[in-house]
């Protein structure tokens, strides 16, 4: 059982927006700012989203992320069929001295 | 640029143990505090151990806590998980992650390695 949560699913058709969510506590994400990851099936984490909402060199300014209270979530506009992949929220828990993770999200591009 | 190699994995018998490597390179290893997060198969990722830039402050996830051991060696600019009294549950890919300080009070783990599988199986 993750500490986050995310859904385990979410699809969209190509051009769409959709809307990853992440919930958390206040111990995790009412404290810290959230990052997102994305990961491919054999290939390692890739870091998507940093500090709530920045973006790191080369991300794609069509993926944007946001935070609110304890919950937080990622936003891809102009959906592609190279998004398709599983995409993970992540923050630092106070009380568990611990980085947490999401379930994770797995994307598909219908 | 940035590198981080994980080696170390392999089969392991339960109740075994394992020392994982993670070498760094591209950038000034002894600035950066490091982490080990795992991936089992057909589940979510999961942090297993932080380690800081000087080695005197270290955190483990509880799943792990008194039987993995981290480390590192900022002269050879090196990681190590050191994995004791190893359980089926413990089979995954590893992962050895920089974190990154952004503005403010805020880390990420911007650097990830391309992971080295070991399972846990007699």
């Known amino acids: 059982q993750s500490v986050l949560t995310q859904p385990p699913s979410a699809s969209g058709t190509p051009g769409q927006r959709v809307t990853i969510s992440c919930s958390g506590s206040?111990?995790?994400?009412?404290?810290?700012?959230v990052n997102w990851y994305q990961q491919f099936p054999g290939t390692a984490p890739k870091l998507l989203i940093y500090s709530n909402n920045q973006r790191p060199s080369g991300v794609p300014d069509r993926l944007s992320g946001s935070k609110s209270g304890t919950s937080a979530s990622l936003a891809i506009s102009g959906l592609q069929s190279e998004d398709e992949a599983d995409y993970y929220c992540?923050?630092?828990?106070?009380?568990?001295?611990?980085?947490?993770f999401g379930g994770g999200t797995k994307l598909t591009v219908l | 640029e940035v590198q981080l190699v994980e080696s170390g994995g392999g089969l392991v018998q339960p109740g075994g143990s394992l020392r994982l490597s993670c070498a760094a390179s591209?950038?000034?290893?002894?600035?950066?505090?490091m982490n080990w997060v795992r991936h089992a198969p057909g589940k979510g990722l999961e942090w297993v151990s932080y380690i800081s830039d000087s080695g005197r402050t270290i955190y483990y996830a509880d799943s792990v806590k008194g039987r993995f051991t981290i480390s590192r060696d900022n002269a050879r600019n090196s990681l190590y998980l050191q994995m004791n009294s190893l359980r089926a549950e413990d089979t995954a890919v590893y992962y050895c992650?920089?974190?990154?300080?952004?503005?403010?009070?805020?880390?990420?783990?911007?650097?990830w390695g391309q992971g080295t599988l070991f399972t846990v199986s007699s």
């Open positions: 992650a920089r974190e990154s300080k952004g503005g403010g009070h805020t880390y990420y783990l911007d650097y």
């Open positions: 591209g950038f000034t290893f002894s600035n950066y505090g």
């Open positions: 992540a923050a630092w828990d106070d009380s568990l001295n611990a980085w947490v």
């Open positions: 206040s111990s995790d994400i009412g404290s810290n700012t």
